[in-house]
């Protein structure tokens, strides 16, 4: 079993329309991330979460919302998309005590 | 501020090495890089600290220069398994917070 899940795989939805991307994890870690994937632009972070009570935004956080139900549970939100937000989604987690950042299989989402 | 990478993109034939350069503008605590091969997830190379110390699982090797802010990937006698996307994290916080990536180097290698 996947040791970061991410759902859905694959989205498409209209502009206007509320979406939620979902994160679950099973390795314990502590640290999640959600980051976003546009051709020729890299990996971009849009919030980060090192417990469930710490929230920060990342370089992109305009348009997206989050929250941390649990440690194991992290939602980005789209409360209004729009085409611009049309991206390749991962969410990553990590320890405290290592640097390294596992991702998920991401999630392929376009507004039209 | 994003790191620069280079080349943007190489190909290679197997068997043949290959550096990809990471550039900073700002100062930097360490510097991480990925491989993300075509339809998958990025997964962690290695990281580099300031002072010399690397972490990483694959047999690859790489360079930290301090002074000039930069970090150089080594790929050598390449494998068709190289191929992918290579992106550089930078850590200025030295926190490791929040990691700034490249726009990532292509990596091609044929038989």
């Known amino acids: 079993d996947a040791d970061v899940t991410q759902t859905p795989r694959n989205r498409i939805t209209k502009t206007g329309k509320r979406i939620m991307l979902e994160c679950s994890q099973t390795?314990?870690?502590?640290?999640m991330y959600w980051y976003r994937q546009d051709p020729g632009l890299g990996l971009r972070l849009i919030y980060y979460?090192?417990?469930?009570?710490?929230?920060n935004k990342g370089e992109i956080s305009d348009g997206y919302s989050v929250s941390r139900q649990a440690q194991a549970k992290f939602s980005l939100s789209l409360e209004s998309a729009i085409p611009n937000q049309t991206a390749l989604y991962f969410c990553?987690?990590?320890?405290?005590?290592?640097?390294?950042?596992?991702f998920g299989p991401g999630t392929r989402l376009t507004v039209t | 501020q994003q790191p620069v990478q280079s080349p943007q993109a190489v190909i290679l034939r197997e068997g043949e090495d290959a550096v990809i350069n990471c550039s900073s503008s700002?100062?930097?605590?360490?510097v991480h890089w990925y491989r993300q091969k075509h339809g998958e997830a990025p997964v962690f190379l290695m990281i580099?600290?300031?002072?010399?110390e690397q972490k990483g699982h694959e047999k690859i090797s790489a360079s930290f220069n301090e002074k000039k802010q930069q970090s150089s990937l080594y790929l050598t006698a390449s494998q068709l398994s190289y191929s992918g996307t290579y992106f550089c994290?930078?850590?200025?916080?030295?926190?490791?917070?929040?990691?700034?990536f490249g726009s990532g180097t292509q990596l091609t290698v044929l038989p």
């Open positions: 700002k100062a930097l605590y360490s």
């Open positions: 580099l600290l300031k002072g010399g």
């Open positions: 994290g930078t850590d200025y916080s030295g926190s490791a917070r929040q990691l700034t």
């Open positions: 990553a987690t990590s320890t405290s005590g290592d640097y390294e950042q596992y």
């Open positions: 979460s090192f417990d469930v009570k710490d929230i």
């Open positions: 390795k314990g870690h502590d640290r």
